[in-house]
């Protein structure tokens, strides 16, 4: 935890005023926006809306301004290229290709967060290693190439699921109840499942594509 911590705190420093956490607000992001909010870090926090989320996962926003007294930032899609999007492609077009899911995730995920992050020097991320097979390589502290070079800080890249549950449990911090459903890795919605038992944490995420393909573009590279 100190690490983690101590990552945080160093970028707070390094980039006043200029920096923001990113939260899908499942249980490794809601672990950072912890140690954010207790140590009264300047941080922003913000969220990407893509209009296919979880009701459950909506509900987390006024839990975490009671728990915390933060607002999170709630940025979502451009409404004309989802009607566009919707209206070519049909509801369901996530299923019929990666490259339209994709083209889905673009839309609903890439394009906001690049106005999320439009102006910064730098963001905050939830990932670990052991989450995806896209991940194993990926560093505390990166440059971010896929988005113009900014600071990528990633305090919790070497914990384990264990770990981020225990620091849940111990400080209280609010949880997803989808994780307590079988959920460990949480998306949109029509892109979620609960995983069976023995599968990898992240077989519930776009769940008819293979391992090397599940990354929504959000960390160029699955970094």
């Not at 998306?187 to 992240?202: L, M, N, Q, V």
Request: hydrophobic residues 40%; positive net charge; glycine residues 10%.
């Amino acid at each position: 935890m100190l690490q983690a911590l101590r990552v945080l705190q160093d970028g707070a420093r390094a980039h006043p005023g200029t920096i923001v956490q990113t939260t899908s607000l499942g249980a490794e992001d809601m672990v950072v926006t912890d140690l954010i909010a207790r140590h009264r870090l300047p941080v922003a926090v913000a969220t990407l809306d893509t209009g296919m989320l979880h009701a459950e996962t909506l509900a987390l926003l006024p839990a975490i301004r009671a728990r915390y007294g933060i607002e999170i930032e709630r940025w979502t899609p451009r409404e004309e290229s989802v009607v566009h999007f919707v209206r070519t492609h049909g509801e369901r077009a996530m299923y019929a290709s990666i490259e339209l899911r994709k083209a889905c995730c673009g839309l609903r995920k890439v394009e906001p967060l690049g106005r999320v992050l439009a102006g910064l020097d730098a963001w905050v991320t939830g990932l670990r290693r052991e989450q995806s097979v896209t991940r194993t390589d990926t560093p505390v502290v990166e440059l971010d190439a896929g988005h113009g070079g900014l600071g990528k800080l990633n305090p919790l890249i070497a914990w384990s699921e264990a770990q981020v549950f225990a620091y849940a449990d111990e400080r209280r911090v609010p949880v997803h109840p989808l994780h307590k459903r079988g959920y460990p890795s949480i998306g949109c919605a029509p892109c979620t499942r609960a995983i069976k038992p023995g599968e990898h944490p992240r077989a519930g995420r776009w769940w008819w594509e293979n391992p090397e393909s599940k990354e929504c573009g959000l960390h160029p590279g699955g970094k």
